[in-house]
């Protein structure tokens, strides 16, 4: 195996700089620097010297939380030239990038983004290629809690709303998590999780997308989804159920649309 750096971005330092230094943010984001004792006066609480100003330091999360910086939720996928493409989430910027191998064997890559703005684009990314070499990626606008759809053909497509979480008679669901991309035949399917119900969803592209649950019910389904395109015919989807009324109470379910 050989490793490649596709993009870098920095992180948090957030309870990771050694003995005598902070976490803080500066010009090129967060960095560590080196506390001092340059200060006028005492510094309050909360706050360290740093270069003769007191500052807050960056701390680390009390809560779990997603990873910050770069290639979060990435996917990888081979174009029909031998390229490698690799969607992700760029939590610093809030989009959905895509970094495509210059040549095939390159190990080098040109980052592109998709879908950017004023919401939080490309959690849960999943991509598909199709023969023509275009590729199809779903997922998650973390603001609204939608499904999106997008494409790449050598250029970013426009995005589309799959699922806007919208149910008559209901408040809104969030729903895009887990979200799996594949073709069935050369139809862009994408199987996603209703995060209010725990139900798998399926969403079809037919001119405009049609959206059906698949696994409905008391069970907890779809936190982690697999899919594959179609097999005689037929897609197949696997994903992990939670059932209390079970022991044990998860399982590995693998049907078919």
């Known amino acids: 195996w050989s490793t490649s750096v596709i993009v870098a971005g920095a992180g948090t330092c957030g309870g990771y700089c050694a003995a005598g230094t902070v976490c803080i943010a500066g010009m090129m984001g967060e960095t560590c620097a080196a506390v001092t004792s340059d200060c006028t006066g005492a510094c309050g609480d909360g706050e360290e010297c740093v270069a003769g100003t007191c500052t807050a330091p960056i701390e680390m999360s009390p809560v779990e939380s997603l990873g910050s910086g770069t290639g979060l939720y990435v996917s990888l996928v081979a174009l029909p030239d031998g390229r490698l493409a690799a969607a992700y989430y760029d939590m610093n910027a809030r989009a959905l990038k895509l970094a495509v191998e ?10 592109q983004t998709l879908h950017d703005g004023t919401g939080d684009r490309g959690l849960w990314a999943s991509a598909a290629v199709d023969d023509s070499g275009t590729v199809h990626i779903a997922y998650q606008d973390a603001i609204g809690d939608q499904l999106m759809y997008t494409t790449w053909a050598g250029s970013p497509g426009t995005p589309e709303v799959v699922d806007d979480g919208q149910r008559p008679g ?7 998590a887990g979200a799996a991309m594949f073709l069935s035949n050369g139809t862009p399917m994408i199987a996603y999780q209703d995060g209010l119900t725990a139900d798998v969803y399926l969403a079809t592209k037919s001119g405009t997308w049609t959206t059906a649950p698949v696994a409905p019910g008391l069970s907890l389904d ?12 037929i897609p197949y989807l696997a994903w992990d159920r939670l059932d209390n009324a079970k022991t044990p109470p998860h399982t590995l379910a693998v049907e078919t649309p």
Request: hydrophobic share 30%; proline share 0%; glycine share 20%.
């Open 102 to 111: 210059t040549a095939a064997g390159s190990s080098t890559f040109t980052e």
């Open 170 to 176: 209901d408040r809104t669901h969030t729903v895009g």
């Open 222 to 233: 779809g936190f982690h989804i697999g899919a594959s395109g179609a097999r005689d015919g």
